[in-house]
Nanobody, 120 residues
Framework: QVQLVESGGGLVQPGGSLTLSCAAS????????MGWYRQAPGNQRELVAT???????NYGDSVKGRFTISRGNAKNTVNLHMNSLKPEDTGIYYC??????????????WGRGTQVTVSS
């Protein structure tokens, strides 16, 4: 089993910045993909940003140019740097990883989510 711990959510004013972090623990052999999704009330969960094989990044259209995903100094962490935040960025942000774990199975896991609220 892989555990994900998210941190960094909170309340921020429009135009402000926030950084989310997700730390994965467990018997992980390989990270295929690490990323963030979000869900606003009444909406489906949507892609925010993912990091594929630790190298290639992929962003949702609504966050391109404002958000940056990166791997942390500890290779089992992924960060989401959010700039120029808008009220429509409000939602619960979920960390997601796709990993190969011991003894060799590939699985995907979700974190519990962290609330981001953009409001004046």
């Amino acid at each position: 089993q892989v555990q994900l711990v998210e941190s960094g959510g909170g309340l921020v004013q429009p135009g402000g910045s926030l950084t989310l972090s997700c730390a994965a623990s467990g018997r992980i052999l390989t990270f295929y993909e690490m990323g963030w999704y979000r869900q606003a009330p009444g909406n489906q969960r949507e892609l925010v940003a993912t990091l594929i094989s630790g190298v290639r990044s992929n962003y949702g259209d609504s966050v391109k140019g404002r958000f940056t995903i990166s791997r942390g100094n500890a290779k089992n962490t992924v960060n989401l740097h959010m700039n120029s935040l808008k009220p429509e960025d409000t939602g619960i942000y979920y960390c997601n990883v796709d990993v190969r774990e011991e003894p060799g199975h590939r699985n995907a896991y979700w974190g519990r989510g962290t609330q981001v609220t953009v409001s004046s």
